[in-house]
């Protein structure tokens, strides 16, 4: 624990005491802030593993520290480490964040969130042959770890759905191609992503008949509200270069999205799945 600690400070060091040298604007400001990211990667919306494009999230925080004036290191790491980083102080920040995840680590301390830098399409994804064969025909569900299925939760606890956790979206469709499960539950916009690299797999589909949702993106910290402050203001007062920004990861707006997908299927609101 210890160890990892002294790496973060360490590695802050090396990338901020050059900047710091070259600050001589009055209206830049030398605050420097540790951002705890997922390891995972979940672009459109994120990936902060890579070395040049990292993500939605990433490029609206860059726009707000070029307004601002803070500077953001990022770190990936595992999702289960973010939030034990986070209470010891050894990052200022994580994203993504929501209100609704419970972690037993910090559920209990005064966390502060962002408003949404991202509204996310969570979806069950399924091949294109099985589409609208109702909740039934899952029995085995696939989700990327660090997420809990909490639209299956009903399914699991009476034993009807297992669920498998896999390192990435890719293993999670190679599972959906081989027949190993019956279902991926993931963001519709990253499994679009990854499938387009790899046209071998599939075709699979969001099917509207099965548990979805909607899922924001925020960033959250436990020592610094006021720069969510700040940064919450950027984004309310900044929508339409926020749009621009959407706009170039190809992100569909969620609603429209749902209304096209639910043409496409020939799904209306009585057959759309909806929560009990």
Not at 56 to 82: C, D, N, T
Not at 203 to 213: G, K, Q, R, S
Not at 266 to 274: F, G, L
Request: glycine share 6%; proline share 5%; with cysteine.
């Amino acid at each position: 624990m210890k160890r990892f600690g002294n790496s973060i400070r360490r590695f802050v060091q090396m990338v901020v005491l050059p900047v710091a040298c070259t600050l001589s604007s009055p209206f830049v400001s030398a605050d420097t802030y540790i951002v705890g990211a997922q390891n995972i990667e979940y672009y459109p919306y994120y990936n902060f593993s890579s070395d040049h494009e990292k993500g939605l999230g990433w490029a609206i925080l860059e726009a707000f520290s070029k307004q601002s004036g803070h500077r953001f290191v990022y770190l990936s790491m595992p999702v289960k480490r973010l939030q034990i980083e986070l209470k010891k102080g050894n990052v200022d920040f994580v994203f993504p964040d929501n209100a609704r995840w419970y972690d037993q680590i910090t559920h209990s301390l005064n966390k502060v969130y962002s408003e949404p830098l991202a509204e996310t399409f969570a979806v069950t994804l399924v091949k294109t042959d099985n589409l609208g064969k109702g909740i039934t025909h899952i029995t085995k569900l696939a989700t990327p770890d660090g997420f809990s299925p909490v639209k299956w939760e009903q399914q699991i606890k009476n034993g009807t759905v297992k669920v498998t956790g896999v390192n990435s979206i890719y293993d999670g469709l190679n599972l959906l191609q081989s027949d190993k499960v019956d279902a991926l539950d993931v963001e519709y916009n990253a499994a679009k992503n990854v499938a387009r690299r790899f046209p071998q797999m599939g075709p699979f589909a969001a099917d509207l008949t099965l548990p979805h949702n909607v899922v924001s993106f925020s960033l959250s910290t436990l020592r610094h509200p006021e720069i969510i402050a700040e940064l919450n203001t950027f984004i309310l007062s900044e929508s339409e270069s926020i749009n621009k920004i959407k706009a170039k990861y190809g992100i569909e707006d969620t609603k429209q999205l749902i209304e096209r997908l639910m043409e496409e299927q020939h799904v209306s609101a009585d057959t759309r799945w909806t929560p009990l």
